[in-house]
């Protein structure tokens, strides 16, 4: 037999183990740091800045306010001064009418304008009653510097000194309060028998015999 021919069988390249590494991918941007730094909120600057811009809104609202309060107050105060005699001029103007009727009725005798005049009269002491105004009692009463004024004096043996014996005009009080006092006159001892009592004030006791 003849002899077989050998075929060559070529070997499979195994792979080196020194072959060049592959190439890194490029790094990604990291979406979660992102997120990380949006969560976190603004800076501590920004919220002093936001918390000095909300007084300062709050500051201007009361400002304002305050304004508005003090300008309706100072308008109030106004009106209360221009109308505070409002109800007290209500209730003159009837009684100014009847004086005014009673000055324009015809044939007008002394009688029936006396007569009117005391019905005026009597209306007004009782539009004074009503508002608490009282007449202050002067004569015959003892001189009170805080509702009495005193014009002049009159020396008198019948009244003890510094007694009303005149009175020239009313005094009013009104609630408690003296609106007007009472002009009037006083008594005083006469001078001839003052100085009959500092004379006898001034001598000397008799002295008794030892």
């Known amino acids: ?25 490029p790094a ?12 976190e909120g603004p800076s501590e600057l920004e919220k002093l800045q936001q918390e000095v811009t909300g007084l300062k809104d709050e500051m201007l609202r009361m400002r304002a306010e305050t304004d508005n309060v003090r300008k309706r107050l100072q308008k109030d105060k106004q009106e209360s001064i221009q109308f505070a005699n409002e109800r007290l001029i209500k209730a003159l103007i009837p ?29 007004i002491l ?6 608490n105004v009282e007449p202050i009692c002067a004569k015959g009463e003892p001189f009170d510097p805080s509702v009495h004024e005193c014009l002049s ?9 510094n007694t009303v014996i005149e009175e020239y005009s009313k005094g009013y009080r009104m609630n408690g309060r003296v ?3 009472a002009k009037v006159v006083t008594s005083r001892k006469p ?15 008799a002295e008794t015999p030892a």
């Not at 009684?95 to 209306?123: C, H, W, Y």
């Open 1 to 25: 037999m003849g002899k077989k021919k050998k075929i060559p069988v070529e070997k499979e390249k195994t792979a080196d183990a020194s072959s060049e590494p592959e190439a890194e991918a």
């Open 28 to 39: 990604e941007s990291k979406p979660e740091a992102k997120a990380e730094a949006a969560e």
């Open 95 to 123: 009684i100014f009418e009847n004086l005014d009727r009673a000055l324009a009725a015809p044939d007008t005798n002394a009688e029936s304008l006396k007569q009117g005049v005391k019905m005026i009269s009597d209306q």
């Open 126 to 131: 009782a539009l004074l009653k009503k508002e």
């Open 153 to 161: 004096q009159i020396e008198s043996d019948d009244h003890d000194e």
């Open 179 to 181: 609106l007007l006092p």
């Open 191 to 205: 001078a001839a028998k003052k100085a009959e009592e500092s004379a006898d004030n001034a001598s000397p006791e």
